[in-house]
């Protein structure tokens, strides 16, 4: 590992690459599974809640680099977890799901500043679209290992509930810990379903902005494309501080 | 043809590239038409972590000419450059600067490190 005081890589110079071995698969559905991954050289590997590693991928006519959040907790060591979609007609998605236990990856990293190392201070919503609760859960994870964390809220999204990943773990952290909450919602709920339909950005405005006057909250945010910015802009510019919203967009 | 000269903080012999930024894109990764894009596309190494999609700094670069031929910053730009070591005034993440003058004479320095590859022991 790099010493974080001491940076000496980046920029044109090219990082010691990792290579790790696929431990395990687990498919969440069809089209989305975790890859569990442990060090070759049985070495350690420290990151952060919420940091990602960039996977490098030999593709026909180059090496190729994806960033995937580590959806694991630090506290759990190796093998690291891994959430990735097949996307159509993607080469590097395509090539990942090729891949067969004991198979070879190698990555850089950890990177990011989308990290949660401790508890925060004040009360923390947490919001998710579909597999972008992967950075998330670890940050969960970390803010409820501390008796005296403040209220914690999930906002977890996805189209159907294949697409709520880990929902058992959180249904559970909600029912030992009174002072998290977890809320999934559908897009395409099916008849009988009792959790939140619609958007995240829906429930958002309603909860956050003109359900109340608090504005003393931090958000952490991760999802796919626009809606990402638009959750960021709404609560910006509803009087939540630029630096009380924070968040990745995939 | 736009030209990007590249001086390496790190020592490399600068690199100058000249180009059409019409015909972008030039690479897989990055804005078409980034300065990351560019540099991928002429076999110009420039750490991109994130896959050039504005999720990291690895990529900053600190533009010394040619400003106003190139993009402006967003703010999701602007948040992760807050976090970037040796932020200068023009400081721009490769992969979301892009050219957009096709006479343009950029200058860009690759700056020596970065902090995104941060950690904790356990």
Redo the contacts between chains.
Sequence with gaps: ??D?LN?????????TVHSASIERIFNHSADTRSLFLRLADGSNF???PG??I?LELPLKD?V????YSIASS??D?QPLEICLNLVPGGAGSHYLFGLSVGDRIGF???????TL?RAPEVETIFIADAIAIAPIRPMIRRALADQHHPALRLHHAARTEEGLLYRREFEACATRDSRFSFEPALIEPPSGWTGGRGGLIDHVERRYVTGDENRNRRFYICGVGKPV?DL?DLLRGTGYE?RAVR???? | MARLRII???G?PERVIEFDPAKAPFS??GQPGSILDVMLGHHV???????G??????C?VVVKAGMDKLSGSE??ED??LD?A?GLTPTSRLGCQAVVESDDAEIVIV?????????????
């Design positions: 590992m790099s974080p940076p000496e890589t980046g920029g044109s110079t090219r990082r420290a990151f952060i940091q990602f960039s180059e190729r680099v994806r960033p630090p506290e060591g850089t990293g950890p990177f990011g500043r989308f190392d910015f960021r630029r968040y990745e967009r995939w | 390496f903080e790190s490399e897989h990764d190494h420039l750490e991109h972590a994130c896959g999609n504005c999720a990291c700094t690895t900053h703010e999701a948040d992760l976090k070591p690759i700056p020596r490190f970065t902090i995104n590859q941060i950690s904790e022991q356990h």
